[in-house]
Each structure stands twice: as C-alpha cells, then as structure tokens.
C-alpha cells in the first residue's frame, strides 16, 4: 500500500502531467501522482530523467537488463512491472524478462549479459561488491564510455526503486496488458505499447 496519497493536490503542473499520462498510457503514473506532493522533487526528476534519456554509449537491451535486475534487487514491484512492459516493447524476449529475479540459474542468457546483471546486482547491494575482474571484463567487452553509462545507469535504478519502495508503490498491471505485436505490425499501428517512449523518460522507467 502507498505510504502516501496518490491524490495529490490537482496544480496546473500535474494536470499537465496527469493529462499526457492518461493520453500515452491509459493511467496516471503512480510515481508522478506520489511525487506531485513536491512539485519541484517531481519537476527535478523529470528534468533529470530528461537527460538520461539522451545516454546513448550502453546497447539499449544490456541497459534494460540491468536497470531490471537492480530493481529485483531491490524488490521494486513498480519498477520491475513497467520495465517489463518498456522492455517487451522493443522486442526483448519474454524468457529474459520473467527470468531477471532468477537470472543465476537461467540458461536465458549470455555471458555478456551475465556479466551485466551480475555488475548491476553487485552495485545494488549494501555496501557495493563490485569484484575488480568482473568490472575488468565489461570495460574489456564494453569499452570505458558505456562502461560508465551502465554504472551511471545502475545507480539511476537505484534512485527510482528505492524511492518507489519506500513510498509503498506496486503493480499497476502494465506487465498483464501490455500485448505485444510483431515489428510490422507496430510499425502500421503502435497500439497501446508503442506510445511509451514518447513519455517514459519523464518517469524514468
């Protein structure tokens, strides 16, 4: 349960908000409705997420994968639910989704992406264990630019799932109705999911 209202006060500033939300995904966003209790918390954080968004060094599905497992990490049901949905979105495999909170034991997988998963999860952890010969290999395989941008990437996650986390955000069941078509069919008619990029960078997610 949200441990604050998901009623906040109806500004000409969330109305915007709320407005879009409801245009792109059918729904206003739980963590727009819980940050709108601090205008210029949620302005900030559209701000910076803004320019996340324009990070472009880390191979998009490497990226998803690690924001995904920091939050499993985590334990953040909203994030992990949306990042499914983004996720499948742009075609990734269901199998490596569904599989993120268990990724040691899939088969799903491959190295680099293990290795991914492993650097995201270790980061996530309190203190960090970050093992020298695990970052040696990504910046071997990476190169040091995206190298940087998945440390930057993991730590974003971190900020994201844990303040939904403490807020007490759950599941608003994109995961359950996100279909996803085939690459022509999104390209004659993006339905429902096609319309996240357009928005999700303002949430982060």
């Not at 949200?2 to 006060?9: E, G, K």
């Not at 269901?94 to 799903?108: N, T, Y």
Request: charged letters at 25%.
């Amino acid at each position: 349960m949200a441990r604050v209202s998901l009623t906040p006060r109806r500004t000409f500033f969330f109305r915007i908000v709320e407005w879009y939300s409801k245009r792109t995904y059918g729904k206003v966003l739980d963590p727009g409705k819980a940050l709108a209790h601090h205008p210029r918390v949620l302005w900030a954080d559209l701000r910076f997420e803004q320019s996340v968004a324009k990070w472009n060094r880390l191979d998009p599905d490497l990226k998803a994968l690690a924001e995904m497992t920091a939050a499993a990490t985590i334990g953040c049901a909203w994030c992990m639910d949306f990042g499914y949905w983004v996720s499948r979105e742009r075609g990734m495999a269901r199998e490596k989704l569904l599989d993120v909170p268990s990724w040691r034991d899939s088969a799903a997988y491959t190295p680099l992406e293990r290795d991914v998963m492993e650097y995201a999860e270790a980061m996530t952890l309190t203190p960090p264990a970050v093992e020298d010969d695990l970052a040696a290999r990504l910046v071997d395989r990476l190169g040091e630019p995206a190298f940087v941008e998945l440390t930057a990437m993991v730590a974003v996650e971190n900020l994201r799932s844990r303040i939904n986390s403490a807020l007490g955000l759950t599941s608003q069941g994109f995961k359950d109705s996100c279909d996803v078509p085939s690459a022509e069919e999104r390209t004659a008619s993006p339905g429902p999911c096609g319309k996240i990029d357009r928005l999700r960078h303002l949430f982060g997610y």
